[in-house]
């Protein structure tokens, strides 16, 4: 450590360049300990955070140094809500830290910590945990301080096009065979990629809009007079439909429960018809839709109304919607 204006600057080497002074962001004694470690292998504090690897073998981080304060303070926080919870996927994906747990442990409360540390993960270096930006470096988007950026020789993200370019284009033989199945090579110019990011965010604008008015966990769990952690559970099982929204937190059409607070008759049934397709608001909007097969009536309403469950899945299953 050497100082700088009466303040610890750090000092430590990446390759030939010197890791930047820590210009915009202090840490404690124990984070720099974790952003300066040296020796092989991962420091002992962070053994109860890769303890939880599920299956075992896996227990590896593929993010840097800088993340690794993040992610101690994460796994403390989860432990506090579920003690023995388990990690499935802990990465990095275009500049956002990618982590998720076994889905039996995933509450409201923790989606939120979760979303918490992936938002400060957008603006932490992976590096040497100093504010950052989304940079891109050759074909990958990454988070980076100024300096940091500097000796990568990264450049700023700051357009669209930036951020798609950076998506992983085709090998040479995965390119073959999509013209030769018959995909145009137009599909493949910047401008395709362009277009079909610009038509995913405007998709995924409507459905994020749509599920706006969705209830979220903690109001379905009042409906049903039960826990938010049974209210995933059901989800998970099948029993009621949620959608994932860009908080992290689940929300749940309300057509899926009657007029008593129950869920619809042969809710479960229907959406096992169904469970292959992830298209959440696409689901919704095909249950209540009107059905000719059902005498006009949408399947949300004709289940509702405690008529014949086959004939929605018949209907489902017949039709070219599906």
Not at 160 to 178: C, G, K, N, S
Not at 223 to 248: D, E, F, I, K, W
Request: aromatic residues 6%; negative net charge.
């Amino acid at each position: 450590m050497t100082e700088s204006a009466g303040e610890p600057v750090a000092t430590s080497q990446c390759g030939a360049a010197r890791v930047a002074n820590r210009r915009f962001t202090d840490l404690t004694a124990e984070d720099e300990e974790l952003v300066s470690w040296m020796s092989d292998g991962y420091p002992p504090v962070l053994d109860p955070l890769l303890s939880r690897f599920m299956p075992p073998a896996t227990a590896s981080m593929n993010v840097d140094k800088g993340w690794w304060p993040l992610l101690r303070r994460l796994d403390r926080d989860i432990a506090a809500a579920a003690p023995n919870y388990r990690i499935t996927r802990l990465g990095e994906d275009l500049g956002v830290l990618d982590f998720e747990i076994v889905p039996d442990y995933l509450t409201e409360e923790i989606a939120d910590i979760i979303a918490g540390a992936q938002s400060e993960s957008t603006r932490t270096c992976v590096v040497c945990a100093d504010r950052a930006w989304l940079y891109r470096q050759g074909d990958w988007l990454v988070t980076l301080c100024p300096d940091h950026a500097r000796a990568r020789g990264a450049r700023s993200a700051r357009t669209d096009a930036d951020i798609a370019e950076a998506v992983p284009r085709p090998t040479d033989r995965e390119l073959a065979f999509a013209l030769s199945a018959g995909v145009p090579a137009s599909a493949f110019t910047a401008q395709a990629q362009r277009s079909n990011c610009a038509y995913v965010r405007a998709s995924d604008d409507a459905d994020e809009a749509e599920m706006s008015s969705w209830l979220t966990s903690t109001a379905v769990a009042r409906l049903l007079n039960t826990s938010t952690v049974t209210v995933n559970r059901l989800r998970q099982r099948g029993a009621l439909l949620g959608g994932r929204r860009r908080n992290g937190r689940y929300a749940y059409p309300s057509w899926q429960f009657d007029c008593r607070n129950r869920p619809i008759p042969g809710l479960q049934t229907v959406l096992a018809v169904l469970a292959e397709d992830e298209d959440v608001v696409g689901v919704s909007a095909l249950m209540t839709g009107g059905w000719e097969q059902l005498d006009d009536l949408s399947a949300a309403d004709w289940l509702a109304q405690g008529r014949p469950i086959q004939a929605v899945v018949e209907a489902l299953q017949d039709s070219e919607r599906l």
